[in-house]
C-alpha cells in the first residue's frame, strides 16, 4: 500500500478513483478531485509539450534562417521559465488563501488554469507555422 493512500485511509479520505467529483464537498473530497483533475492536465501539458519540441527540434536541424538554429534552446530555456512562474505565481495564491482550507484547492487551480493556458500557447505555436 502506497504511503499516500496509508494516509487517506488514516484520515477516512478516499482516493480520488473512489470520489463522484461532482458531488464531492468535503474539503479532503474537492482538493482529491482537483488534484486528480489538475495531474490529467499536468499529463496533457507534458505530451503536448514533448509534441512541440519535437517539431521545434527538426526545425532546428534544418533552419529556414539562421535564426532558427538557435530555436529549441530558446524554447527549452522559455519553458523552465514558465515553470518557475507558474510555481512562483501559484505559490502566491497559496499564501494568499493560506487563512483557509481552500489554499490546496486554489494552489492546484491555479497550477491546472496556467496548464491550461500553456497547452493553448504550445498549440497555437505550431499550428501557426
Known sequence: MTRLFAVLLCIGAAPAWALDC????TTPEIEQCARSAQEKTE????AVYRSV???IDALSKNPDTPEQA??????VDAQRLWVKFR???C???YTYWSGGSVRGTMYLGC???RAEQRISE???LVEEQ
Open 53 to 55: 519540441l519535437k517539431q
Open 70 to 75: 538557435g530555436l529549441k534552446k530558446q524554447f
Open 91 to 93: 505559490q502566491a495564491v
Open 43 to 46: 499529463q496533457k501539458l507534458n
Open 87 to 89: 510555481e512562483a505565481d
Open 122 to 124: 504550445l498549440q497555437e
Open 111 to 113: 497550477m491546472q488554469a
Open 22 to 25: 461532482q458531488k464531492a464537498v
